[in-house]
């Protein structure tokens, strides 16, 4: 499997005229996270909590099983969309319905 970071805190800091703070790309990658581990989709734990996101914070392919990968492949830029139209990072029921479509495939 080749290894690669999905998405990292800093590429999003770094983006000049970027109108989200640092504060709502923690808290969006902790969204994310959480999710992730919740759902056992990752192959170790990535963070405790949001104040374990940091700028050096990333989100790679060997960081997640072969169904969180799908998941994000499905998920990840639909949701980012949706939050650039004003949608909180909370609201993950995007990747909730993704995640049964899925579990249904898989059965």
């Not at 805190?9 to 970027?18: A, E, I, L, Q």
């Amino acid at each position: 499997m080749q290894d690669f970071v999905i998405d990292k805190v800093s590429w999003h800091t770094s983006v000049k005229g970027n109108p989200e703070t640092m504060s709502d790309i923690r808290e969006r990658f902790w969204q994310v996270t959480a999710f992730l581990q919740q759902h056992r989709l990752v192959t170790h734990p990535l963070a405790a909590g949001i104040d374990e996101i940091g700028e050096e914070f990333e989100i790679r392919r060997s960081h997640v099983t072969e169904n969180g990968f799908r998941l994000l492949q499905a998920a990840y830029d639909k949701w980012l969309r949706k939050l650039d139209k004003g949608m909180a990072p909370s609201d993950m029921r995007l990747f909730e319905r993704e995640l049964s479509k899925l579990k249904a495939h898989l059965h």
